[in-house]
């Protein structure tokens, strides 16, 4: 791609060109830390504006209460987090959840029931202990998968039966392997091989003839010795060949 070149026309965030003659920072461009078509915060493009706050931290509270959602954003990023607490109820949901991923824990506890689930992810991304768990009903299946994710795994059975299979995942890739039986008779076939890759061997038998073939090739490259070989004769001809590998290995 063609940078702008400095002579060309900019466009704001309205459609209105703008030169660097009337600009507030020219004094930054001798330092190379704005740049018409870079670097500049006056830019309609959310790269060039966030490359100027990256230039220029230190102008970053200046642009809190700026007219245009982007540049809100992206200033939040870079102020001081203890600027940010009129972001809290920004109208952009954008702005909003930047402003959760910096204020301090007292007042990210406070946006955790935010219209907006980015926001509410957000928000489960810093909190802890019973403030995180408090999150783990959320409607939104991303907050959840959120929770789960930073949750102790001696607390993920609350979600041995979430409706998303996707949160289900993550707990059978987290939570105590003596836990996970439930997991191995999920009906989300992805469900029941996290679980299985994880699983006490001898627990394996139960999907020796599970549909997913997926599924039989972990019984046949995990399961003991005994449960294995009843898969050297499957339909699917690479967990045959797993099973009889299997089977051979321990023999020897």
Request: glycine share 2%.
């Amino acid at each position: 791609m063609t940078l702008t070149d400095e002579n060309e026309a900019a466009e704001d965030w309205t459609g209105r060109q703008f030169s660097c003659q009337d600009c507030l920072h020219q004094n930054l461009r001798e330092g190379g830390r704005c740049c018409l078509g870079r670097i500049c915060v006056r830019d309609k493009r959310a790269r060039r504006i966030d490359s100027f706050f990256a230039k220029n931290p230190e102008y970053a509270g200046d642009y809190l209460d700026h007219l245009y959602f982007e540049v809100r954003a992206l200033a939040a990023k870079y102020a001081n987090p203890f600027q940010l607490a009129r972001l809290m109820k920004d109208p952009e949901a954008e702005v909003r959840a930047v402003a959760a991923l910096k204020l301090p824990l007292a007042r990210v506890r406070d946006m955790r029931h935010d219209k907006s689930s980015a926001v509410r992810q957000a928000c489960a991304l810093r909190l802890e202990g019973a403030d995180l768990v408090a999150m783990a009903q959320d409607e939104n299946e991303q907050v959840r998968l959120a929770v789960a994710r930073r949750l102790d795994p001696a607390l993920l059975p609350m979600f041995l039966d979430d409706p998303a299979p996707s949160v289900r995942r993550e707990v059978a890739a987290r939570i105590p392997p003596n836990r996970l039986y439930p997991l191995l008779h999920d009906e989300d076939a992805l469900v029941r091989r996290a679980a299985a890759e994880r699983a006490a061997p001898d627990s394996l038998s139960l999907l020796v003839n599970d549909p997913d073939l997926r599924l039989r090739h972990v019984v046949a490259d995990r399961a003991p010795r005994e449960v294995a070989i009843k898969l050297i004769n499957d339909t699917d001809e690479e967990v045959a060949r797993r099973a009889r590998e299997r089977r051979d290995e321990i023999a020897n």
